[in-house]
T-cell receptor
């Protein structure tokens, strides 16, 4: 059972455009994380959001946790080719067990 | 870099043969995980370990077994490989930071093809 659904599944944009990736669930999570994965490598953690309504910024990336802690979004401002990769949201369902979303593949062309 | 290595990095095998993948860590982490990654599914947890000889099942454990006889090594075994087990397998460790938030660090992955 996939608890976390991401949309869109694939996004192809030009450098300089803005974009938003969504991560939705019917379940409540104690915290939610976003990872980025590049080809041939394992995922790398970008951010953890803990409090409902929390907003965190990482340079041009803005992460938001929904008020009810069931959903999250990732917004990228002025995307660059270096942002290309697979973005995964993930939430903890129990002690030390992480559930991953379906993934959003982003391609930013120069 | 959490000192995680996986071996082999690539493997081609035939249906029905046993396969063992190895995950090795150098920093004495207690928690270790095996995931598989398939298009459209993100990563799915196969098994995890919370100490030597302490393991438990994840979401997609059927057809897989694990063993952890020492802290640094976590082995994943496909007893009789099937084509549905063709996937990329990732090992991970879990670390709790000073903010009490957990971070998982992943190995480089093993690409397995079952013919």
């Amino acid at each position: 059972t996939q608890l976390l659904e991401q949309s869109p599944q694939f996004l192809s944009i030009q450098e300089g455009e803005n974009l938003t990736v969504y991560c939705n669930s019917s379940s409540v999570f104690s915290s939610l994380q976003w990872y980025r994965q590049e080809p041939g490598e394992g995922p790398v953690l970008l951010v953890t959001v803990v409090t409902g309504g929390e907003v965190k910024k990482l340079k041009r990336l803005t992460f938001q946790f929904g008020d009810a802690r069931k959903d999250s979004s990732l917004h990228i401002t002025a995307a660059q080719p270096g942002d290309t990769g697979l973005y995964l949201c993930a939430g903890y369902t129990g002690f030390q067990k992480l559930v991953f979303g379906t993934g959003t593949r982003l391609l930013v062309s120069p | 870099d959490a000192g995680i290595t996986q071996s082999p990095r690539h493997k081609v095998t035939e249906t029905g043969t046993p396969v063992t993948l190895r995950c090795h860590q150098t920093e004495n982490h207690r928690y270790m995980y095996w995931y598989r990654q398939d298009p459209g599914h993100g990563l799915r947890l196969i098994h995890y370990s919370y100490g030597v000889k302490d393991t438990d099942k994840g979401e997609v454990s059927d057809g897989y077994s694990v063993s952890r006889s020492k802290t640094e090594d976590f082995l994943l075994t496909l007893e009789s490989a099937t084509s549905s087990q063709t996937s990329v397998y990732f090992c991970a460790i879990s670390e709790t930071g000073t903010d009490f938030q957990e971070t998982q660090y992943f190995g480089p992955g093993t690409r397995l093809l079952v013919l």
